[in-house]
């Protein structure tokens, strides 16, 4: 607890560096790097010669990273995508601000040097970072305000029933004609 408490300042000192997140969020943050401190305190060795700030630094932004990746994605995203949306949202503001308008994926590949494959996935990828609530509203002028959740299809039962029947349809091949007919008619 002593060694916690006497390095806290370094978990703060950590957790400042993603104040632009939002001060509501700043309380979790700093829990988060707590974490990394104690895993950091676990994990030192005095016979390595290291100080001990270096070696927690990396540890506690580490688990920050790690709790921000695990929490800000509504869908599970690889790593590497996601260290790619950044680089991209940092990449497609320089190149826009460069030509006036918006880059196309070759001229962002060149710049970030990645196939333009990947600067796609990295994109879509990046349509994984924010989820919207089925009731907000989506354009529109007030009194005819439509929300998401008017876009959203309903459950079609009778497709169930054609699942099942092309599910049952090799069991029901194999019967004889008299059964098959028995199972038709009903």
Known sequence: NTLIE????????AAG???SRGPEEMEDIVQVGMIG???AIDRFELTREVEFTSFAIPYIVGEIKRFFRDTT???HVPRRLQEARVQLARASE?????LGRVPTDKELSELMSLPED????????????NSASLDATIGGSEDGEAVLQDFIGSEDTALELVEDFHALA????ELEDRDRQI???R
């Open 183 to 185: 199972i038709h008619m």
């Open 94 to 98: 320089e190149l826009r601000s460069r």
């Open 170 to 173: 090799p069991l029901i091949a």
């Open 6 to 13: 006497m390095n806290m300042s370094l978990v703060r000192f």
């Open 17 to 19: 560096r993603f104040r």
């Open 73 to 75: 994605w509504a869908v």
């Open 118 to 129: 990947e600067v796609r996935e990295a994109r879509l990828a990046a349509n994984g970072y």
């Open 37 to 39: 401190l104690i895993k």
